[in-house]
């Protein structure tokens, strides 16, 4: 068997990334992609997770990989919209009040938490900017979540987010309105959109 080969079509089909779990399906083991990673054949990114040298490696990807509890949401999510043009300095998810993501995850993102039932309330697919898909929020959750955790994210990103919501030709409000009254932010965001609006 030629490993690299294998390798390179792994990488291929699942987004640059080679996690341990997929290569022991096409008979590469734990001990054989140790010792690539000692030859610097493939590099170590996380805990199972490896990437070719000549690859970059798709942040978003590796993390919404290391567990399917958490979603893409608040700077994270704008940044996904296009709704913001700076790269957060940090990965924002929420997970479920229920489910403590891995301490890997804890270190490298700020995580949100949220009641189970609302979890997955407004959750979609979006693409990364190395066109690999990972759970986010839809833009109402994401301006909801912004309005929820305000004093958290500070004003400037948070009125700056509601002003290109605002703006955004696909902005539906009915939506909005309805993710806000099950989020208990509808008051708060009322008295800003209609400055806005």
Excluded: W
């Excluded at 199972?48 to 970059?56: K, M, S, V």
């Excluded at 994210?153 to 605002?166: I, M, R, S």
């Amino acid at each position: 068997m030629n490993y690299m080969t294998e390798l390179a079509a792994i990488a291929n089909r699942h987004g640059g990334i080679i996690e341990t779990k997929t290569a022991a399906q096409c008979g590469i083991s734990k001990a054989m992609l140790y010792k690539l990673c000692k030859e610097e054949k493939v590099l170590r990114i996380a805990k199972g997770q490896y990437i070719l040298p000549e690859d970059l490696q798709d942040e978003l990807l590796s993390v919404s990989r290391r567990s399917e509890n958490i979603i893409f949401s608040h700077e994270t999510a704008l940044f996904l919209h296009g709704i913001s043009d700076r790269t957060p300095f940090e990965h924002m998810v929420t997970a479920p009040s229920n489910c403590i993501p891995s301490a890997a995850i804890k270190s490298e993102c700020r995580v949100y938490y949220i009641k189970p039932e609302l979890f997955s309330l407004g959750k979609t697919v979006l693409k990364t900017p190395f066109g690999n898909n990972v759970p986010a929020y839809d833009l109402e959750r994401t301006v909801c979540d912004i309005v929820r955790s305000r004093n958290k994210v500070g004003t400037e990103t948070f009125l700056a987010a509601l002003k290109l919501y605002a703006a955004s030709p696909q902005k539906d409000l009915n939506k909005l309105y309805t993710y806000a009254k099950q989020l208990r932010v509808s008051k708060v965001l009322r008295q800003y959109l209609e400055v806005l609006l």
